[in-house]
């Protein structure tokens, strides 16, 4: 039933919509039908090379004929992955952290690499990237990704913090010195934090504490300047970070009881050995410290030496 549109001349299927509207009979385009038959043979090739059709009755399916499997490629994938790791972990493993970190490349691949190991071992106390974590008593474990150090900030500083684990300690003063000299000194000692040593010093609301602190033990550990001993991990006490609760009742309570002193009311803050509790490789330690430093509060180990030296002048 081919007739001609009358105007076109074109073939149509004879069927006319609404007076003048034709269903021609024209072939699709050639690039067309070529790529519809390219398209059905691609899903019999597809079919056939990668595993495809379930069997309802075993249970099974055709494996095709390719011998892909998605645990094949997950494990090429994860080759290519060590193969790349394993050259940056075979440097390392014989370089100080202060070498690793003197290393770009290197110390660029364990701020990349190290999130996970720091998020397993370390985070819980510490915090994702560092940032501490509070309890009732104020801060449990020290804020990393500042610059303020307990036990000093350099690379070495860190990665013996890491590998042998610190417990400051600070004794319990509750049978030294009497609770009025306690609440004194404790009142001088937020009055630095507030006002600034110098003008605590001068200041004669807290010269009673200012005299307990001079003429106990205090110095002994916190140095005359106050402002800590990071060989034993002593804070500063004159600037406004607190790792413990720094109100004056705060701190009457850390000088009554002290910091791991033994005393059943003592504040606790340990950090522990991850070696000698065998958790972390050598390597991870050093990764660790690298990682850590990298949170931006890393201290440098000398000064930057100027770039150049003054030329001397040329006598002509
Ligand atoms: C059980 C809790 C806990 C875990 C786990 C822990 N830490 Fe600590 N960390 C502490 C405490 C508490 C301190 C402070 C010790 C003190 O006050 O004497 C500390 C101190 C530190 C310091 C010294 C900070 C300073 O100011 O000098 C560094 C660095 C550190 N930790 C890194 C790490 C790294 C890296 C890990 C993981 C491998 C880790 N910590 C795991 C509790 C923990
Ligand atoms: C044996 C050494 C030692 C003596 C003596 C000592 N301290 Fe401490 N003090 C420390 C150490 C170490 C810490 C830090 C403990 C830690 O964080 O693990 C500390 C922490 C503190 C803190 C807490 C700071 C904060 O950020 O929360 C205060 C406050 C303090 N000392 C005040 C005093 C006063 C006041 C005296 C004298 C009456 C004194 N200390 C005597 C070693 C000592």
């Not at 007076?19 to 390219?38: I, R």
């Not at 094949?72 to 394993?86: H, L, P, S, T």
């Not at 691949?109 to 940032?131: I, T, W």
């Not at 490789?281 to 150049?308: C, N, R, T």
Request: with cysteine.
């Amino acid at each position: 039933m081919s007739e001609k549109h009358d105007v076109s001349g074109v073939p149509t299927t004879g069927h006319v919509w609404d007076d003048d509207l034709a269903d021609f009979t024209n072939q699709p385009p050639k690039w067309w039908m070529l790529g519809l038959t390219a398209s059905a043979l691609f899903v019999v090739v597809y079919w056939i090379y990668y595993p495809s059709v379930p069997f309802a009755s075993t249970g099974g399916f055709f494996k095709g004929t390719g011998g892909w499997t998605a645990i094949k490629e997950m494990e090429a994938d994860k080759g290519e992955v060590d193969a790349v790791r394993g050259k940056f972990e075979a440097r390392l493993k014989d370089m100080t952290p202060a070498a690793i970190l003197a290393d770009n490349e290197l110390s660029e691949y364990v701020k990349r690499s190290g999130k996970v190991l720091f998020g397993d071992n370390c985070a819980a106390c510490h915090g994702q990237n560092g940032v501490g974590t509070r309890d009732k008593e104020g801060l449990f474990a020290p804020i990393l990704n500042d610059d303020d150090w307990l036990y000093g900030g350099k690379i070495d500083n860190i990665h013996e913090t890491i590998t042998g684990g610190r417990q400051g300690m600070m004794v319990a003063h509750k049978d030294t010195l009497k609770e009025a000299q306690i609440v004194d000194v404790a009142k001088y000692v937020k009055a630095m934090s507030d006002e600034g040593k110098d003008k605590a010093d001068a200041d004669p609301a807290v010269a009673a504490g200012k005299k307990v602190f001079m003429e106990s033990d205090c110095t002994a550990c916190h140095g005359p300047d106050a402002k800590g001993m990071q060989a034993m991990g002593s804070p500063n006490l004159t600037d406004k970070i607190w790792r413990f609760d720094g109100s004056v009742e705060g701190i009457k309570r850390t000088t009554t009881y002290g910091v791991n002193s033994g005393d059943p009311q003592a504040r606790v803050a340990v950090m522990p050995s991850f070696k000698k509790a065998g958790k972390l490789s050598d390597a991870e330690i050093k990764k660790l410290a690298v990682y850590v430093y990298k949170f931006g509060g890393g201290q440098a180990e000398v000064a930057a030496a100027p770039a150049v030296e003054a030329a001397a002048p040329v006598a002509k």
